[in-house]
């Protein structure tokens, strides 16, 4: 009997956003680049952290402007805790300083209204990252 070599488990994305819309959007558009990726998803800071501390968590895309903790600092949080995840923040409110805050964290800055060829761009740059964390 030959061994299969194991599957790679398989990759956890976390999207965060206040608006149940904007989850829906990115969640279909994950949903559609990569169906056998593991999705989860929080309304806010609170809840991503809540996510984060009781499951595996590989990619995270986060809203900027959200009630209570904002995504940069959501973004200042998960970094501390997993120095290699690659993070993207979203948001529609594209200043200059934003995009610099996000740049400060390690983190992508993505525009809203997110597209497909964007998030695309982005986890093609995560899967490269977390393939190269992996390797030993």
Same mark, same amino acid.
């Given at each position: 009997?030959?061994?299969?070599?194991?599957?790679?488990?398989?990759?956890? +994305?976390?999207?965060?956003? *206040?608006?149940? @819309?904007?989850?829906?959007?990115?969640? %279909?558009?994950? &949903?559609? @680049?990569?169906? *056998?990726?593991?999705? &989860?998803? =929080?309304?806010?800071?609170?809840? =991503?952290?809540?996510?984060? =501390?009781?499951?595996? +968590?590989?990619?995270?895309?986060?809203?900027?402007?959200?009630? #209570?903790?904002?995504?940069?600092?959501?973004?200042?949080?998960? %970094?501390?805790?997993?120095? #290699?995840?690659?993070?993207? +923040?979203?948001?529609?409110?594209?200043? *200059?300083?934003?995009?610099? &805050?996000? &740049?400060?964290?390690?983190?992508?800055?993505?525009?809203?209204? @997110?597209?497909? *060829?964007?998030? =695309?761009?982005?986890?093609? #740059?995560?899967?490269?990252? @977390? %393939?190269?964390?992996?390797?030993?």
């Amino acid at each position: 009997m030959s061994q299969t070599p194991t599957a790679p488990a398989p990759i956890t +994305v976390l999207v965060v956003d *206040d608006s149940k @819309l904007a989850r829906a959007v990115a969640l %279909r558009l994950l &949903r559609q @680049l990569k169906p *056998d990726w593991t999705l &989860r998803e =929080a309304a806010n800071a609170d809840a =991503a952290l809540a996510v984060v =501390a009781s499951e595996p +968590v590989d990619i995270a895309l986060l809203d900027f402007n959200m009630p #209570g903790k904002d995504g940069l600092a959501l973004a200042e949080e998960l %970094r501390a805790g997993k120095p #290699g995840m690659p993070i993207a +923040v979203i948001s529609a409110n594209i200043q *200059d300083e934003v995009i610099a &805050r996000a &740049r400060q964290l390690d983190a992508t800055f993505m525009a809203k209204p @997110l597209t497909g *060829d964007a998030l =695309a761009g982005f986890l093609s #740059g995560a899967s490269l990252r @977390l %393939r190269r964390s992996a390797a030993p």
